[in-house]
């Protein structure tokens, strides 16, 4: 069935080191979300990507779609604490319009 | 705003009590799901509505009933509650039901049953 795979599971990173997930599509998706869930919390919204080859930038957070659309990374530069949780991507399938979730990347920063 | 809000923020039960998770947003939004949250699971969608009085199962709507009255509250109802229905509840929306857009989180129901 329609999944998107997601990696690493999980990171652990010293306080400075970069940080990437990666998600992956068994088909083509019609755009890609990101959310990110800091402990105890719930999921927020952080970026929507439509394009192929698109690139977005937030600070540091890079965001990146596949030509073929059927994946889709984040990349964290420097991380600090502040961005520790779980980190989704959420793909709308480009033929029933459905939205398919990674299963996340969470993300521990040691200070 | 108060955006997407959820009662309780926790809850207890028994095994076979039944009970009903509130889910509301002021935003007009048309399109409403609930989400629950299990660990290694990731976010699986129990049911959704695309507007008032539409209703559709999602990937895991056994045991969850709902309905959708009114454009702005989207309950979720347990009718006989079990231990594997031990979850954090999470109610979402956003502005159209063609999900090209950004979802809008509730803080969230954290239910044990015993």
């Known amino acids: 069935g329609q999944q998107v795979m997601q990696i690493p599971q999980y990171q652990h990173v010293q306080e400075g080191e970069d940080f990437t997930t990666y998600c992956n599509s068994s088909?083509?998706?019609?755009?890609i979300q990101w959310y990110k869930q800091r402990p105890g919390g719930h999921p927020v919204f952080l970026i929507q990507?439509?394009?192929s080859g698109e690139v977005k930038k937030q600070k540091r957070l890079t965001f990146q779609f596949g030509e073929a659309k059927k994946n889709s990374s984040l990349h964290i530069t420097a991380t600090q604490t502040t961005d520790v949780g779980t980190y989704f991507c959420?793909?709308?399938?480009?033929?029933?319009?459905?939205?398919?979730w990674g299963l996340g990347t969470s993300l521990a920063v040691n200070p | 705003n108060a955006g997407v809000t959820q009662t309780p923020k926790f809850q207890v039960l028994k095994t076979g009590q039944s009970m009903t998770l509130q889910c509301a947003q002021d935003m007009n939004h048309e399109y409403m799901s609930w989400y629950r949250q299990d660990p290694g699971m990731g976010l699986r969608l129990i049911h959704y509505?695309?507007?008032?009085?539409?209703?559709d199962q999602g990937e895991v709507p056994n045991g969850y009933n709902v309905s959708r009255s009114t454009t702005e509250d989207f309950p979720l109802r347990l009718l006989s509650a079990a231990p594997s229905q031990t979850s954090v509840y999470f109610c979402?929306?956003?502005?159209?039901?063609?999900?090209?857009?950004?979802?809008?989180f509730g803080p969230g129901t954290r239910l044990t049953v015993l």
């Open positions: 979402a929306s956003s502005y159209s039901w063609d999900l090209d857009n950004e979802q809008f």
């Open positions: 959420a793909g709308q399938d480009g033929n029933n319009r459905k939205l398919i």
């Open positions: 088909t083509t998706l019609s755009n």
């Open positions: 990507l439509v394009k």
């Open positions: 509505s695309v507007g008032a009085g539409i209703t």
